[in-house]
């Protein structure tokens, strides 16, 4: 009988510690992000977000596309979709969008980064590796294209980091 006495003393005892400790540590800040978990973070979020975009190839394009609709995208309306599905909040216009993050060299570009084109700013796409664009325009709706050649390297303007 003492020996059920103590263990269930030393139960409740367990029990109340738990409460006690499991509920002030969720009251204390989390712990801080080193750069290297942060970089890990940012580019496993950019693929993500990369391969959403990828299951949209050929969706039509639409100048003006409704934010949320999937059944066709303008260029900001199609970043501003897949970011918003990994936490990233844009704004609804390219131009716009190419004030937010902050500024990236075309040399330093990292898959995730946004890419505009035009002078003023009215295209964006998403940086994908290898000089390469996931974006939707005209004819062939979603598309990647190369940033190093053609149009797109004569029309390139800026990047924004926003991972």
């Known amino acids: 009988m003492a020996a059920s006495y103590t263990f269930k003393k030393l139960m409740a005892s367990a029990v109340a510690f738990t409460v006690l400790f499991g509920g002030a540590a969720a009251a204390l800040p989390a712990k801080p992000v080193?750069?290297?978990?942060a970089t890990v973070t940012a580019s496993s979020k950019a693929s993500s977000i990369i391969a959403l975009g990828k299951k949209y190839m050929g969706v039509k394009y639409k100048f003006g596309a409704k934010t949320g609709n999937t059944r066709s995208f303008d260029c900001s309306s199609f970043t501003q979709y897949l970011y918003r599905k990994y936490g990233v909040s844009l704004?609804?216009?390219s131009k716009a969008q190419s004030k937010v993050g902050r500024y990236v060299s075309k040399a330093n570009?990292?898959?995730?980064?946004?890419?505009f084109f035009y002078s003023p700013i009215h295209h964006v796409g998403i940086y994908i590796g290898g000089g390469k664009v996931?974006?939707?325009?005209?004819k062939p709706?979603?598309?990647i294209s190369s940033i190093n050649s053609g149009w797109w390297k004569n029309h390139y303007t800026t990047a924004r980091r926003v991972l």
């Open 34 to 37: 080193s750069a290297a978990e």
């Open 91 to 93: 704004p609804r216009e």
């Open 109 to 115: 570009l990292k898959p995730g980064d946004l890419v």
């Open 134 to 138: 996931l974006h939707t325009y005209g």
């Open 141 to 143: 709706g979603v598309t």
